[in-house]
Nanobody
């Protein structure tokens, strides 16, 4: 079973909402910062939101105030609540896990720290 499996993507009208889920199937994710990334066709991959081991969250400026990342450690789930969606949010969304070696992140985790990636779930926002 893949360690990270995303779900919840789909098509929505601008202004709508979606909640993405990431099922993390490893026995332990201790020490990992969980991250949502996205990539639109022809564009670079963009970090969207992250939640560190102490609950600290990081957001891209483009989604602040609209997206919320959360996790349920008991269920080994990570969520991304997306509200007020815009056409420019259209992308493939990926869940990832970043390992800092035990210290807390003070900024959005760099991709070089990502040990695990999911396969992605497509989000399409129509204008």
């Amino acid at each position: 079973q893949a360690p990270l499996v995303e779900s919840g993507g789909g098509s929505v009208q601008a202004g709508g909402s979606l909640r993405l889920s990431c099922a993390a199937s490893r026995d332990s994710w201790s020490g990992y910062c969980m991250v949502w990334y996205r990539q639109a066709p022809g564009k670079e991959r963009e970090g969207v939101a992250a939640i560190d081991i102490d609950g600290t969250t990081f957001y891209a400026n483009s989604v602040k105030g609209r997206f919320t990342i959360s996790e349920d450690n008991a269920k080994k789930m990570v969520y991304l609540q997306m509200n007020s969606l815009k056409p420019e949010d259209t992308a493939m969304y990926y869940c990832a896990a970043a390992y800092s070696g035990g210290s807390y992140y003070t900024r959005f985790p760099p991709e070089t720290d990502f040990g695990y990636w999911g396969q992605g779930t497509q989000v399409t926002v129509a204008s």
